[in-house]
């Protein structure tokens, strides 16, 4: 069955420096990887996902099948950046949907 | 932008009590879900519902939940007798295919809260 951890449920970084939020996934098929962000009272938005290999809002993230990661990465934090992320793993069924496994989720909180 | 429009935003029900949890989905996806979050826990995945049928359900999804679309807007999950242990925030999603690099679009939730 496929599994989606994320190792730190909160994560502290001062305003301008750099942020890693660790998400490594289990899954036999091939990944299909989002990070999806939670702001203060909104919904879950999706930041970005791996098939699209952008950058949003600053943040990166590579798809790493043999460490099977998906690290969120921003260089420079700022403070409107704090919320939950989450990392999720999707799983598809030929033309009926798909399901979507995520992680606990990572509550960042960047400082001034 | 269009969005995903859930309500109420808060429910509360006393347990044994039938409750809906109302979604309008994205005007042309064609694939909704439901997930769950208990407090403090992961987003759980519910159900996925395409072309008027369930396609996948989790473990979670017993008998006592059921879902529907009566009409061409909305999507509804009705818990037939709510428990204690269903109190958790609900979240409508919807896609516009199936296709897993799609991402599917949630709604604000709705905290259900059982007493």
């Known amino acids: 069955a496929q599994r989606v951890t994320q190792p730190e449920k909160l994560l502290s970084v001062f305003k301008g420096a750099p942020v890693e939020l660790k998400c490594n996934y289990s899954y036999s098929g091939s990944p299909e990887l989002f990070w999806y962000v939670q702001y203060s009272r909104q919904r879950l938005q999706l930041l970005l996902r791996h098939i699209s290999r952008e950058s949003i809002k600053g943040f990166t993230a590579d798809l790493n099948k043999g460490e099977t990661s998906f690290h969120l990465k921003k260089p420079f934090a700022q403070e409107e950046d704090s919320a939950m992320y989450y990392c999720a793993l999707s799983e598809c069924w030929e033309t009926s949907g798909s399901r979507l496994t995520f992680g606990e989720g990572t509550q960042l909180t960047v400082n001034p | 932008e269009p969005e995903v429009t859930q309500t109420p935003s808060h429910q509360v029900t006393q347990m044994g009590q039938e409750v809906i949890l109302r979604c309008v989905p994205i005007s042309n996806h064609l694939y909704f879900y439901w997930y769950r979050q208990i407090l403090g826990q992961k987003v759980e995945f519910l159900v996925s519902f395409y072309n008027n049928e369930i396609s996948e359900k989790s473990e979670i999804f017993d008998d006592q939940f059921s879902v529907e679309r009566p009409d061409g807007s909305n999507f509804t999950l009705k818990i037939r007798s709510t428990k204690l242990e269903d109190s958790a925030m609900y979240f409508c999603?919807?896609?516009?295919?199936?296709?897993?690099?799609?991402?599917?679009?949630f709604g604000d939730g709705t905290r259900l809260s059982i007493l």
């Open positions: 999603a919807s896609s516009t295919v199936s296709e897993s690099d799609q991402p599917q679009h």
